[in-house]
């Protein structure tokens, strides 16, 4: 065995000296034994270099004692799956690597793999800046635009009430005119708000009762239930693993369009309900009577500020089902309608994540 | 305290409105909240003793921020007891949060539509201003 390691075999040679990923033999006394050339490529030390000095002196400092704890647990005969530290370069930059390790009790070495990461590193560090510089963007110009609609409502408001005597019939539906579209827009606002701001709240996700989910999603409904005959049937739920607030959101968000849109049905009818797709996986939706959509332009549905109807016959701004889709998403799930024109919508949504146990639960 | 001119325009009018004729004093910045309250600065000749019977806040405020005007009143003791509402167009939890650790005594949103700003100025007004009995002198 120790013959084959350090007499390789000139087929193992040659791959060892291909290799884009970075082979390292090292002892447990912390210098390496053996480079592949990729560690002079990737690095700029020279194998010679390299094998001189303990290869703790070429980590970063700050990733000294997590390597020192690996490394131990290595030596215990332990694997690294997977395991993350920078290494300096001769130029003194910094590169990211990526290890799996396994040890040789016997021959006291340590067998390793590692892989330049620094790029994939750059780059969701810059995607996570990019995200919260959005999000900060997102909440200050809605924070901001409020203070404006503040004092375009407040005095139109005070002319309407307080100098309407002075004001001729078409000054004040003007006026009116004006009034409507500060507030619509301070509605947007909200919404935008609401929908940036969702991305920044954490996640809990826990066992959820589905069913207590639902029921207080309806109860906050409830307003806009009762003034007219709205028939609700609730099938099976099986509970889930998600986070009970964001998905009352959804449910709240679901059925309000669903009572939204059945408007003119009497009675409306929603259905909440469940089945299992062929992969046994839950399938949540909510169905209504209404007045549905043509489904060509389904992919239109989850967009902010997306509309498929006229304001004039269905109020909102068209956050609802962004606001779903994100939550949906968040919990690694997936969402999509089936609808007809005057026949109705239905929304179905997966939640992702091991949620097979909820199948034994059901 | 509170820094955009149409809010305290509106906000004015709103106390005026509703009868609410109590001496109303604005400050434009945090700064200048402060030296009002403890008589510093521009305000070294104010009768020191003079507290307001309760003070509206506004979040966001130029130089020296709302939530740290508010940090300052409430670690005085002798303004400890005046009646905090923090007036602001923030709806963000960790605000909210924030301003009743430090110990604000209300918090209301400045609402977008005019008729929920003169309920709420007229609220807080008729509660702070005739309701609330402060108490007799700030606990020395």
């Keep these: 065995m120790t013959q084959e390691i350090t007499v390789p075999n000139e087929e193992l040679s040659r791959f060892f000296r291909l290799s884009i990923d970075m082979l390292a033999v090292a002892g447990f006394d912390g210098f390496f034994k053996r480079l592949t050339p990729s560690w002079e490529r990737t690095l700029g030390w020279s194998e010679a270099e390299l094998l001189a000095r303990p290869y703790m002196e070429f980590i970063h400092p700050d990733d000294r004692e997590a390597t020192l704890a690996e490394a131990g647990k290595i030596a215990t005969g332990l694997d690294t799956i997977h395991f ?6 001769q130029d003194g930059s910094y590169r990211w690597l990526a290890w799996t390790a396994s040890p040789s009790m016997s ?13 994939e590193k750059r780059a969701s560090e810059e995607l996570r800046l990019a995200n919260q510089e959005l999000e900060a963007f997102a909440y200050t110009v809605s924070h901001d635009l409020r203070a404006p609609l503040r004092a375009i409502n407040g005095f139109v408001q005070i002319l309407l009430e307080e100098y309407a005597a002075e004001l001729q019939g078409e000054a004040r539906r003007y006026l009116g005119l004006v009034a409507g579209n500060a507030q619509l827009m301070g509605r947007l606002v909200d919404d935008l708000l609401r929908f940036s701001r969702l991305n920044r709240q954490p996640m809990r996700r826990q066992p959820v009762e589905t069913r207590r989910v639902v029921d207080r999603a309806l109860e906050q409904l409830r307003n806009s239930i009762e003034d007219r005959p709205v028939e609700i049937s609730i099938g099976q739920l099986p509970p889930c693993r998600g986070d009970a607030n964001l998905l009352e959101q959804v449910f ?10 059945s408007r003119g ?4 009818r929603i259905e909440i309900g469940s089945r299992a797709d062929a992969g046994g996986q839950t399938v949540y939706f909510v169905k209504d009577n209404g007045t549905g959509f043509d489904m060509n332009y389904a992919h239109k549905l989850f967009g902010v500020f997306q509309r498929l109807h006229r304001s004039e016959d269905y109020e909102g701004t068209g956050v609802g089902l962004a606001i779903v889709q994100r939550i949906v998403h968040r919990h690694g799930g997936r969402i999509w309608p089936e609808a007809e024109v005057d026949h109705g919508a239905t929304f179905f949504f997966t939640l992702g994540g091991d949620q097979t146990w909820q199948a034994k639960a059901a | 305290m509170e820094d955009n001119p149409n809010d305290i325009e509106l906000t004015l009018h709103a106390f005026k409105k509703n009868k609410l004729t109590n001496r109303i004093h604005v400050v434009r910045d945090g700064a200048e909240a402060l030296e009002f309250l403890f008589a510093t600065g521009a305000y070294a000749g104010r009768d020191s003793a003079d507290w307001p019977r309760v003070i509206l806040l506004d979040i966001k405020l ?5 939530l740290e005007v508010l940090r300052q009143i409430k670690k005085d003791p002798r303004t400890r007891t005046i009646p905090v509402v923090l007036l602001t167009s923030s709806r963000e939890e960790r605000d909210i949060l924030e301003s ?8 209301i949103v400045k609402p977008v539509e005019f008729d929920q700003f003169t309920n709420a100025v007229r609220e807080l007004g008729m509660y702070w201003l005739l309701l609330n009995r402060p108490p007799v002198e700030p606990a020395a």
């Design chain 1, 84 to 89: 993350e530290n920078r290494y300096r370069c």
């Design chain 1, 107 to 119: 021959e006291e070495r340590i067998y390793a793999v590692a892989r330049d990461i620094t790029a």
């Design chain 1, 252 to 261: 709240v968000n679901l059925v309000g369009n669903g009572i939204k849109y």
């Design chain 1, 265 to 268: 049905r009497t009675p409306a």
């Design chain 2, 62 to 66: 130029p130089k020296v921020d709302g």
């Design chain 2, 100 to 107: 009743y650790r430090l110990g604000s005594n209300s918090y």
